[in-house]
């Protein structure tokens, strides 16, 4: 079973940027889908964007689309997500997770396998 840690997350201005870091243990990457999610307070888990290790293609809930971006570092066994752009409404608990079974990029929390313990992001208005 991988393990997954989250970093990066922190305090940050509206306006203002952050890159998360999803690193993974335990298992080598080879042809899963490494998705992001967030939690705010008193909401449902909700999808923010997705990558498919084996080829990188990527997937973007249309809240973050054009602000975040997803990558991949091979060698590193790591995940990525540059925040730019942030507003008030992206504070949430930042979460990765892996699909070890992929028909495609999933949206949905329960197509996951592994998560990790999650990170916070706060904007600040």
């Known amino acids: 079973q991988v393990q997954l840690v989250e970093s990066g997350g922190g305090l940050v201005q509206a306006g203002g940027s952050l890159r998360l870091s999803c690193a993974a243990s335990?298992?080598?990457?080879?042809?899963?889908?490494v998705g992001w999610f967030r939690q705010a307070p008193g909401k449902e888990r909700e999808f923010v964007a997705a990558?498919?290790?084996?080829?990188?293609?990527?997937r973007y809930s249309d809240s973050v689309k054009g602000r975040f971006t997803t990558s991949r570092d091979n060698a590193k066994n790591t995940v990525y997500l540059q925040m730019k752009s942030l507003k008030p409404e992206d504070t949430a608990i930042y979460y990765c997770?892996?699909?070890?079974?992929?028909?495609?990029?999933?949206?949905?929390?329960?197509?996951?396998?592994?998560w990790g313990q999650g990170t916070q992001v706060t904007v600040s208005s």
């Open positions: 335990g298992r080598t990457f080879v042809s899963e889908a």
């Open positions: 997770a892996t699909d070890r079974v992929v028909a495609d990029l999933s949206v949905v929390a329960a197509a996951y396998d592994d």
């Open positions: 990558i498919m290790w084996r080829w990188g293609n990527t």
